[in-house]
């Protein structure tokens, strides 16, 4: 199996495109996408999307009393 590297960012959508791979029409291939080293993971992104969004942090507790709530429980 031949394995091929090629970096590119993420673009609107979350899409990616891949050109010019050295394989014919109709080929099967598989794809395994890694972040760059040193790149936030989603546990940094989701700490960095509530800080910019001002989303308060709950507890499990004060979440469980909220969809209690909603529920009518």
Do not use: C, H, N, W
């Amino acid at each position: 199996m031949q394995a091929l590297r090629k970096k590119m960012k993420v673009g609107r959508q979350g899409i990616i495109r891949l050109r010019g791979l050295p394989y014919p029409p109709g080929t099967e291939v598989e794809v395994i996408v890694f972040p760059e080293p040193g790149q936030e993971g989603i546990y940094d992104y989701t700490a960095q999307l509530i800080s910019r969004k001002k989303i308060p942090r709950y507890s499990t507790k004060e979440i469980e009393k909220i969809v209690q709530e909603v529920r009518g429980v």
